[in-house]
């Protein structure tokens, strides 16, 4: 279960209130102040303390500020004397600050005199240089920002096509089949069914989906052709197919934020999510349900591939994170490393020939108002993460279901809150099919 950090729409004061961060190393524990808006930049922070302080993991942050004793005046004022402060420049002067500390939900005023305790100040906090993002660029500006963020953190000098130079493994014989059929309108089940046969590994996890209780087969399977054609259809195994396929070319980080909801497990929900919400859709609107559902499944495929191409990076990236809740990890990844997973998971799904309407959907599943073909499969990419997050299933922060965005795809709130349901109702049978795909992985 993730930890969600929670923004109540209707608090307007949240803006200029100060962010309160606990932080620790071998040598105990430190307390961070810095606006609530900004991005805690631990490089300042390092250097400023001579110490490589983490934040805390979410559910001790939550606990620890959820003490009894923290609920009153006179406890608030002893913990805010009781550790060293290290508070952003901006700050400096402020006689009375207002705190918040998000997870636990926390807010109280604080006075202080500096003259009491240690407190350092300094340029800790940075801005992040976009919010929502209103579109991402595609085609040539993705390869452009992708090769500089490349030759900037890595070894590799890109002189000719991108991804011949980034060490990414070839793809399978099988998936580079599975993608051409993916991708033909005409492809159908006759043309499945062979490729799957010659792939004992494929042909084995096609059998143990058919007779899971999700897909709750009548009477036996006994064969590849009744799995597919009687029980799970042409797009399930598709789509279920390249998924595998994808965690075999790259492997989930072992440096991943503590607390993070496994990769596996939220590539499925969010699939499934993504199918449900899709079913819901008036017919004139509908998008395709079998793209609609591997979107949701390769919708963080990017974060593979940043795992994979910076790996050096990936566990400063992870503290980042963690110091950072409050913000999407896309906002991160860009002050970081001047590149996201969307963008660089949209280019290289692209590159591979996968549908248009996938690609563009991952790449623009931040935007504030995507559109072309994807727009529907963008949006609901964007809605099942809100509500996933708010069952603490998914990773990122919580702002709240938005009904213009439901509005958008032709859905209610309570279609919404129906969808969630059902998927709730599945969650041993999901659990398992995530435990299948991560031992395909394995």
Known sequence: MSVGVHFPESDST???????????????????????????????????????????RGEDAERFFNQQGLQSEQGQQRLMQSFPL????????????????????????????????????????????????????????????????????????????????????????????????????????DQLVPVVRLDPSLSAQVMSWAVSPYYAAPGKVNSIDEAII???????VVNLALGIAMGQVLKVPEEMPRGSTPYWQQSIYTATLCEKLA????????????????????????YLVLGHLFQPQQAVLSRYVEANPHLE????EQQVLNVTRDQIGG??????????????????????????????????????????????????PIFGIDPEL????????????????????YQDDLNELTRTLSRARA
Request: hydrophobic fraction near 45%; charge should be negative; glycine fraction near 8%.
């Open 14 to 56: 949240l803006d200029s209130s100060i962010r309160l961060v606990l932080m620790h190393d071998a040598q105990g524990k430190v307390l961070v102040l810095l606006p609530v808006s900004a991005m805690l930049n631990l490089a300042v922070l390092w250097t400023l303390t001579g110490r490589k302080l983490q934040a805390v």
């Open 230 to 236: 009687r029980v799970l259809g042409f797009d399930l």
């Open 86 to 189: 290290v508070i952003d420049a901006s700050l400096e002067g402020r006689a009375e600050l207002p705190l918040c500390e998000l997870t636990s939900g926390l807010t109280f005023r604080w006075q202080y005199l500096v003259a009491e305790q240690q407190v350092q100040f300094g340029a800790i906090a940075v801005k992040p240089e976009f919010g929502r993002m209103r579109k991402q660029p595609g085609g040539g500006e993705d390869v452009v920002a992708i090769t500089r963020a490349v030759e900037r953190f890595t070894a590799l000098r890109v002189q000719q096509r991108l991804e011949d130079t980034l060490g990414l493994p070839a793809l399978a014989p099988t998936t580079q089949k599975i993608i051409m059929l993916r991708s033909d309108p005409d492809a159908g089940v």
């Open 406 to 425: 439901c509005e958008r795809l032709g859905l209610s709130l309570e279609q919404a809150d129906d969808a969630v349901r059902e998927l709730l109702g």
């Open 279 to 302: 079913r819901k859709i008036p017919l004139e609107n509908r998008p395709k349900i079998g793209l609609a559902y591997l979107a949701g499944l390769l919708h963080n495929f990017g």
């Open 329 to 332: 990890p896309v906002l991160i």
């Open 347 to 396: 280019w290289l799904l692209e590159s591979w020939n996968l549908p248009e309407e996938v690609y563009s959907a991952i790449r623009q599943q931040q935007c504030e108002a995507p559109d072309g073909e994807c727009a529907s499969y963008a949006g609901l990419l964007q809605l099942s993460k809100q509500l996933l997050r708010r069952e603490g299933l998914a990773d990122g």
